[in-house]
């Protein structure tokens, strides 16, 4: 996100309730803001890890936001553990949902986590100074989306492709997600322009297409501008 922010959304395993931690900082919009992540310049949050924070109250929004939590700033994010692939596909399972267009239909949700038919296209675009990417895919039930990806380890390994060898990155961003078992977590934006817009906020295979590595391995540091 913009000016240093960054979006967090994870599952309570306690309830199974997805979660989206914010801190009230003064001055400011609630958010997370990308130093959060780190303790000691080691990336504590990031996908697929089970973290600690300290949650103090629900605050639900009206519209598709109600999974947004207060947290407490002064208690850092502990690393609990890292799932096996067992343990994966087993949380990422049982919250995974057939058609997004149902389960947006009420608006009370702004998380939702599907399995795409086939292996996405991958689209880049640019955007005036910046590089943005988009999946296009089909989900359960047959609906076709293109939409942005936002997930920092996606970006992460999509702009050193880039990097690498530009001609050849959709390519070789459609090569770590082929014979993997994908999911692709869809998340609500807050309004902009009107409109509260789709996003994959999440990508996730079994295996790790990234064999266990990070943003932080990339040097990403939340800036998409190539």
Known sequence: MYHGFVCVSGIDLQTGQFVRPEIE???ERPGIKK???????????????????????????SQYHTEDWLINPEYKP?????????????ILQSHTDTSLSNELYDQDRSLIIIRPQEVPWVILRLFEDSLRCRLKFKDQSGDEFDLPVTD???????????????NNSIRNLRKLL???E?????????????????????????PDYLGG?????????FDDHV
């Open 78 to 90: 502990r690393l609990i553990g890292i799932p096996n692939d067992t343990e994966k596909r087993q």
């Open 152 to 166: 920092a380890n996606w970006l992460a390994i999509f702009i050193h492709y880039w990097r690498l060898d530009k």
């Open 25 to 27: 900082y003064p001055n």
């Open 178 to 180: 082929h014979n993997k």
């Open 213 to 221: 590595k990070c943003f932080a391995d990339y040097n990403y540091d």
């Open 35 to 61: 130093e959060f992540l780190y303790v000691n310049k080691i990336p504590i949050i990031k996908p697929l890890v089970k973290v600690e924070l300290d949650f103090l109250k629900h605050v639900p929004q």
């Open 182 to 206: 994908l999911f692709l977590r869809i998340g609500i934006t807050r309004e902009y322009q009107g409109q509260k817009w789709k996003q994959v906020s999440g990508v996730f295979t079994i």
